[in-house]
């Protein structure tokens, strides 16, 4: 599918696409407004993580993609928050992401940040989980909401596509989108400290390549994201982790 779509205000996709390709005609308004709001969403991720000025992001990048989704796009499906057409393809590319961002976390980046800064420090409450079946599920219950489902739509699903309006969404504005948010991504996890954020960047880069290969489909995104965190909490409850 890799025709241009004339589109006018609101912008509005006449089919979803399978994969990024080819550039939309977005107006200069629509790209301006786009910039606008990709710099918005960075000062409330920096404004909270860093200074700690407004409060979690979170919530906040949750509702504003949200709602200009719904105004300026048509609707949620045009983040990719749709109905897989095969759960299954779905569920193993999720599957894979979240392998590989394991992986790499063990055997490249700790290793590598280990040589220059502490470990990262892991959120607060968590030594609590180990051997406490009840607190790990409180644990795994904000892990598929805040973590999967809240910040998938506020990083993937909002900011990567706003990012992405800036270069008229063509592939390798995606690409640079996926880039630019996975900075944010990290400093999202800015209290981790400087290992923790290049982890949690690492994070991001992942799951924005996973985002994208699989035609912007969130659900993948989420579900990657909540694997990831059960096996954190599931390593942590068993004491498997270091």
């Not at 906040?60 to 709602?67: K, N």
């Not at 749709?82 to 299954?88: H, L, T």
């Not at 992401?97 to 992986?103: M, P, V, W």
Request: net charge positive; with cysteine.
């Amino acid at each position: 599918m890799g025709e241009a779509i004339k589109v006018t205000e609101p912008l509005i996709r006449q089919r979803e696409p399978s994969s990024v390709s080819g550039p939309l005609l977005l107006s200069p308004g629509q790209r301006g407004l786009s910039l606008l709001e990709l710099l918005l969403g960075s000062a409330i991720v920096i404004g909270h993580n860093v200074f700690r000025v407004i409060p979690n992001e979170v919530p906040i990048l949750f509702v504003l993609g949200m709602v200009s989704f719904r105004l300026r796009d048509g609707g949620w499906a045009a983040m990719g928050l749709r109905w897989p057409v095969a759960w299954r393809r779905t569920v193993l590319i999720a599957l894979a992401a979240a392998a590989a961002r394991i992986l790499l976390s063990a055997l490249a980046i700790d290793p590598l940040t280990a040589r220059v800064w502490p470990p990262a420090i892991a959120p607060s409450g968590m030594n609590e989980i180990t051997g406490h079946a009840w607190v790990a599920l409180r644990w795994l219950g904000l892990v598929w909401t805040f973590a999967a489902f809240g910040e998938e739509i506020g990083y993937r699903g909002y900011l990567v596509n706003r990012a992405a309006d800036v270069g008229s969404r063509s592939k390798a504005a995606y690409w640079t989108g996926v880039l630019i948010v996975s900075v944010l991504f990290g400093y999202g996890h800015y209290y981790k400290g400087p290992a923790g954020i290049v982890d949690s960047g690492m994070a991001g880069l992942v799951l924005g390549a996973a985002y994208i290969l699989s035609g912007r489909n969130l659900w993948v995104c989420i579900l990657a994201h909540g694997f990831i965190d059960t096996f954190g909490v599931v390593a942590v409850y068993f004491g498997w982790a270091s």
